[in-house]
C-alpha cells in the first residue's frame, strides 16, 4: 500500500484517486484554493479496464488533507494542474516537500521544462493518461482506460519511474515509456490549443461540432500549431496526433463530426466551460511565436478570439 496525497479535485485527479484507492492504497486531496466542492462524486464514467473496475453508481468520498506539515508523508505527489499554474503549484508544495518524495505532473506541459528541472523539490516523472471526463453535479463522467505514457528528464527519476510503473499496474494500468517526453507533451499541447482556440471562437463545443466547417477551421488550425511545435526540432510524426495532423482535414473532420453524433457528448463537454482557460493555451503559443520571431498568420486570425491586439 502506498500513501499518495492528489492536488486539487480536477476530473484527472478524481479519476486517479478512485482508482488508486481502489487497489487498496491510502489517496487524500489537497486543495490549494476555497471553493465550494462535493464532498464526493458518484462514478458515472465508462471503465474500459480489464482489473480493479469501478462499479457505475458507486461514491467516492474526497479525502481531504488540511494540515500541509504532513505532506511529508507521502511517496507520491500526484499534481494534476493546468498548465498556466505549474508554477504556483510546485512553489507552494516546495516548503513541505522532502527528497525522499516523489511529484508526479499529469497535465499539459508547454515551455515550463527549464523551470521545473530547477524548482522542483525532488524527483518528478511525467505521466500523461489517455483517459478523461469531467465532473457534473457531483457525477463523474467520461471513459477510464489502461493506458498512460510517462518518461523523466533526469536520470535520478528512473527508479522512481518504475516504482510507479508497478504501482499503477496494479491498479490496472499500463504505463507506456516514452523517451521524447517532451516533444511527446509539446506535440499534444499543440493537438490541445488548435481545438480549444476554435472551441473558444464558436463559445462551446455544441455549436462547433454541429458546423463541419468549424471543425475544418480547427484541423488546419492544429497543422499550423504542429508547425509552430516543429520549429522546437519536435519530428510530429512520430506521435499518434501529430501524425493526425497531417492527415486530410476534412477526413479529420467528418470523423469528429460522426463522434460527436453520440447523444449528449458535446453537453458534457461544455458542462465546465472556461473561455478563459481555453484561449490561455492559444496565447501561451502566440507568445512563443513573438519569442522566437517565427510567423503562423493562421494563428494570427485567431487574435482577436484571444482577446489580443
Known amino acids: 500500500m502506498a500513501r499518495i496525497l492528489i492536488l486539487g479535485k480536477g476530473n ?103 523551470w521545473i528541472e530547477e524548482n522542483a523539490p525532488c524527483p518528478y516523472l511525467f505521466v500523461f493518461p489517455n483517459f478523461g471526463g469531467t465532473i457534473i453535479k457531483a457525477e463523474l463522467h467520461g471513459w477510464l482506460t489502461s493506458r498512460m505514457t510517462g518518461g523523466w528528464i533526469n536520470c535520478i527519476s528512473e527508479n522512481s519511474y518504475h516504482d510507479f510503473k508497478a504501482l499503477l499496474r496494479q491498479a490496472g494500468f499500463i504505463l507506456q515509456y516514452q523517451e521524447d517526453m517532451k516533444g511527446y507533451l509539446r506535440t499534444h499541447f499543440a493537438c490541445v490549443t488548435g481545438s480549444l482556440i476554435e472551441v473558444a471562437k464558436q463559445k462551446g463545443y455544441q455549436k462547433m461540432t454541429k458546423n463541419l466547417l ?19 526540432n519536435v519530428n510530429v510524426r512520430k506521435f499518434k496526433e501529430g501524425r493526425k495532423a497531417c492527415q486530410p482535414v476534412w477526413w479529420n473532420a467528418i470523423k469528429t463530426y460522426l463522434i460527436f453524433c453520440i447523444p449528449g457528448l458535446a453537453k458534457k463537454a461544455d458542462a465546465n466551460m472556461n473561455l478563459e482557460a481555453w484561449r490561455s493555451y492559444g496565447i501561451e503559443l502566440l507568445t512563443t511565436t513573438k519569442s522566437q520571431h517565427l510567423h503562423s498568420p493562421l494563428l494570427d486570425t485567431y487574435k482577436q478570439v484571444l482577446l489580443l491586439k
Not at 508547425?227 to 522546437?232: E, F, K, P, S
Request: proline share 5%; with cysteine.
Open 214 to 232: 468549424s471543425l475544418i477551421n480547427m484541423y488546419r488550425l492544429i497543422r499550423a500549431c504542429m508547425l509552430i511545435v516543429a520549429n522546437r
Open 12 to 114: 484527472i485527479g478524481t479519476f486517479m484517486g478512485v482508482a488508486l484507492q481502489a487497489s487498496g492504497n491510502e489517496v487524500h486531496h489537497l486543495l490549494r484554493d476555497v471553493y465550494d466542492s462535493p464532498p464526493n462524486v458518484v462514478c458515472k464514467f465508462q471503465d474500459r479496464r480489464k482489473a480493479v473496475k469501478i462499479k457505475k453508481g458507486s461514491v467516492y468520498p474526497y479525502q481531504l488533507l488540511g494540515d500541509k506539515d504532513l505532506i511529508p508523508n507521502y511517496g507520491y505527489i500526484i499534481m494534476a494542474v493546468n498548465h498556466d499554474q505549474w508554477r504556483d503549484a510546485i512553489l507552494d508544495l516546495r516548503p513541505f516537500v522532502n527528497p525522499d518524495q516523489t511529484l508526479i505532473l499529469m497535465g499539459n506541459i508547454w515551455d515550463d521544462f527549464d
